[in-house]
Nanobody
Framework: QVQLLESGGGLVQAGASLRLSCAAS????????MGWFRQAPGQERDFVAA????????YYADSVKGRFTISRDNANNTVFLQMNSLKPEDTAVYYC????????????????WGQGTQVTVSS
């Protein structure tokens, strides 16, 4: 059983940056593909970014490509999401998740989820 705990959310102005962290415990972190998803009020949970277990490959939603960067530190069981040039439309609760499957964009294949961290971007 993997436990995930996100941190780093907050209220920022458009154009600012935030760095989200997700600390994992209770499992072998390096076995899992890690993903970030987000959910705005009244919306579905959307894929944001994912990274393979060894960090060699990353995947991004088109809406964040070039602005967000996902990375991981397997030695410290942590995955990060660096978010630059934030826009009001990035406002959402951000979740990290872990999967054993090689289908990083599909939330259905993620077995473990954190509680989420709120990101609010004001215009």
């Amino acid at each position: 059983q993997v436990q995930l705990l996100e941190s780093g959310g907050g209220l920022v102005q458009a154009g600012a940056s935030l760095r989200l962290s997700c600390a994992a415990s209770g499992g072998t972190f390096s076995r899992y593909v890690m993903g970030w998803f987000r959910q705005a009020p009244g919306q579905e949970r959307d894929f944001v970014a994912a990274i393979t277990n060894n960090g060699d490959n990353t995947y991004y939603a088109d809406s964040v490509k070039g602005r967000f960067t996902i990375s991981r530190d397997n030695a410290n069981n942590t995955v990060f999401l660096q978010m630059n040039s934030l826009k009001p439309e990035d406002t959402a609760v951000y979740y990290c998740a872990a999967t054993s499957y090689s289908l990083p964009r599909n939330p259905r294949y993620y077995a473990y989820w954190g509680q989420g961290t709120q990101v609010t971007v004001s215009s």
